[in-house]
């Protein structure tokens, strides 16, 4: 039982190049999410995914999109990156579809965009 | 609108001395509470939560948290500080409600620990 991987560990990329962030889960969880994490501002959120099939904004998803593409996988796209978008990225997942449960995080994913 | 305020943003203590880190939370419903460590390098891991019930909350590591309703505070708490707890911690509030379903985190307290 794996938990919640990431792929790549970490990544350098130019301004205007596109790459995406991938994740998986191994615990059946319905929900996944994708956080940004940079210096003096805690943790993010970027998209989340309640469920298979749906996918909703968090507070900031500009320049990033998602694809919910099963139950186990959730990646974040970055279509043309910027430096601001220079951060460590974490995923994680919950179960259940509703109420209080504990999220659980992948090691996270360290993008420097030059 | 919900936050969460984590005051001290770098704490040092002597190895052996007692923690307490702060954590207010703003938040209109009733607050579902977490508090998280990340190592260097690392994720996040949980220490421990509060849904309901008993206020003092136990959790792994020897953490205990506290939470008080009336101060809207969540504070953490350890009798004797290990060199091994120097990592950065972060307070959560879970917002749920519909399809709805996320955390709001703190800015984070640094921890360093002197020998």
Request: proline share 0%.
């Given at each position: 039982n794996a938990g919640v991987t990431q792929t790549p560990k970490f990544q350098v990329l130019k301004t205007g190049q596109s790459m995406t962030l991938q994740c998986a889960q191994d615990?059946?969880?319905n929900s996944m999410y994708w956080y940004r994490q940079d210096p003096g501002m805690g943790l993010r959120l970027i998209y989340y995914s309640a469920s298979e099939g749906t996918t909703d904004k968090g507070e900031v998803p500009n320049g990033y999109n998602v694809s919910r593409?099963?139950?186990r996988e959730f990646s974040l796209r970055l279509e043309s990156a910027a430096p601001s978008q220079t951060s460590v990225y974490f995923c994680a997942s919950r179960d259940g579809l509703a109420g209080p449960r504990t999220q659980y995080f992948g090691p996270g994913t360290r993008l420097l965009v030059l | 609108a919900q936050s969460v305020t984590q005051p001290d943003i770098h704490i040092t203590v002597s190895e052996g001395a007692s923690l307490e880190l702060r954590c207010n939370y703003s938040y209109g419903a009733t607050p579902y509470l977490f508090w998280y460590v990340q190592s260097p390098g690392q994720g996040l891991q949980l220490l421990l939560k509060y849904f309901?019930?008993?206020t003092l909350v136990q959790g792994i590591k020897g953490f205990e948290a506290e939470f008080k309703r009336s101060q809207s505070s969540f504070n953490l708490r350890k009798p004797s500080v290990h060199w091994s707890d120097a990592a950065e911690y972060f307070c959560a509030v879970g917002i749920y409600g519909g399809a709805t379903n996320k955390l709001i985190f703190g800015t984070g307290t640094l921890l360093a620990v002197q020998p």
């Open positions: 615990m059946n969880h593409l099963n139950k | 309901s019930g008993d």
